[in-house]
């Protein structure tokens, strides 16, 4: 595998478990001396055939390294390289490191145990070109290569075959199947003989295209061409259902990852040409959204029991005594249970967000900075604090964290948790939703394989405690979530000309619902410790 660092090359790979001892080292790695991709690619060759064969005489029982020896593989690519003085018709001189094909350079291969196939792969029409380019130039002619022979540059499907390949010895286990299908997808559209380097932007359009076209359930097809498929699907049953923008996001990440590691290797030139291409866009987005939203609405609520499993682990009981313990990771599912929002709006809060309007303690779903985002207009809004959060210390823990004047890439004010850093799709949560997700609900037993249970839940979970709690105003409910509609679907404008709902309803109506007993025992935040918002996967918190 080729990898880069600081613009120089370097070839590592992995020694099996069991010969380490042997050979003395847990990994090769090897500068390759040179910014060059291309030459990059030359140099690791040798290396790469040096180090295979190493592996495959110690796996044979062959001594390779004399005791108290050390390997150096960096003395492989003496042969590689020469440096030399071009003086130019001018007068001006020049000093270059190049590489030159010689005797010596064939004799040097032959004494390392390169076989006579093996060095004739390795030196490349390339180099030729290269001695004649240095010889011509030196001597004052011009030099013009009309030669544009490209085929020792990968195809897709070759590029993909060494991207798999590097990834399964760097990772010591079998490529994920779903990425395999996504990379099958990727060569039926663009061509699988298609030269990488020659893959560009309106090939990655094509391809988003074509995926936005594909049906939903797509395994019943697998024997079937895309082409052959959307044609029929399109023909028979126009208003199939289609992939969804999250599947093709899905998809053009691992086309990224792919080009990002062709570009890294030197087999093809940035940008990266699925970098910036908006996935979805027109009516086709917008009812994708709106089907989202259908799904995310009909979403079961959590039962009684399953929050008071929930909260009542050590996250929420004893916070802050273990090291996976985090801010976020105890203020999130309070705040999106007791107001109804979706995580990415409670990432996205800043501590002046915890305010008070009308002398009711509030949290502002706003639209202030380009960094909060919301799935429609009425998610912004104001929800009034629960009287367990302020119990908790929500605005203690927003004062604290404000006077750590952590400012933000969108605002010179204090996000209230700043440790969420990385901002991608829309959203700070994707690291903690992940945790909470696919983390912390498995391992209670909350959620199951295949199971639609999520953050998202909260939502309706807090709906079912309203009507619980004997709240029948169903607009209130609704300002309190931030739902774009009515629940009897009656339309929102005319029933907001005879209904409206104060934040002392909303208040009113939130001191109202009953939680699980539990909740008595979640303590204080605890105002007496500092907090280190540079350790990102540690606890945070400390006693001084």
Known sequence: MITRRNGIYYYRKAVPQHLRHSIGMREFIVSLKTRDGSEALHRAQIINVYCSDLIAKT?????????????????????????????????????????????????????????????????????????????????????????????????????????????????????????????????????????????????????????????????????????????????KEPEYERFTATTIERHFETYRTLFNWAIDSGLTNPPNAFEKVKIVTGGLRERLIEKERKDNASKTPYSDEELDRMFSTDFFTNFGSKTEHEGVKFWLPLIGLLTGSRMSQIASLYCDDIKEQDGIPIIDFNFETDDKLGKTGDSFRP?????????????????????????????????????????????????????????YLYSLGIRERHDGKSF????????????????????????????????????????AHYETSTLKDMYEALSAITLPASFDEILPFPIDKEIDFSRKYRNQWSQN
């Open 456 to 495: 998202h839940a909260f939502r309706s979970t807090l709906l079912r405690l309203l009507k619980k709690a004997g709240v029948t105003d169903e607009y209130t409910r609704n300002c309190i979530i931030g739902w774009a509609k009515n629940e009897d679907g009656a339309n929102k404008v005319t029933r």
């Open 59 to 235: 796996e044979s029982g062959e001594l390779v390294l004399n005791s108290g020896k050390k390997l150096n593989l960096g003395k492989l690519l003496n042969i590689q390289t020469t440096s030399r003085v071009i003086e130019r018709p001018d007068g001006t001189r020049e000093t270059i490191t190049s590489r030159d094909v010689s005797p010596d350079d064939i004799f040097a291969m032959k004494k390392i145990g390169l076989d006579d196939q093996t060095i004739r792969d390795i030196i490349t029409k390339a180099d030729i070109k290269e001695t004649i380019k240095r010889a011509m130039t030196g001597a004052g002619f011009e030099y013009e290569d009309n030669d544009d022979d490209k085929s020792s540059e990968p195809t897709l499907e070759e590029a993909i075959k060494q991207f798999t390949e590097s990834w399964e010895r760097e990772e010591g286990k079998e490529f994920c199947t779903r990425k395999i299908t996504q990379f099958n997808r990727l060569s039926q559209i663009v061509g699988q003989d298609k030269k990488i380097r020659d893959i560009s932007r309106q090939d990655a359009i094509e391809v988003r295209d074509t995926l936005a076209r594909m049906p939903k359930n797509s395994t019943k097809f697998a024997k079937q061409s895309i082409s052959d498929v959307i044609a029929t699907l399109e023909s």
């Open 383 to 439: 929800v009034p604090i629960h009287p367990l959060l302020l119990k908790l210390g929500i605005r203690e823990y927003a004062q604290k964290v404000k006077s750590y004047k952590i400012c933000s890439d969108y605002k010179d004010a204090s996000r209230l948790f700043p440790e969420l850093r990385t901002y991608a799709r829309g959203s700070y949560a994707r690291r903690v939703e992940e945790w909470f997700n696919r983390n």
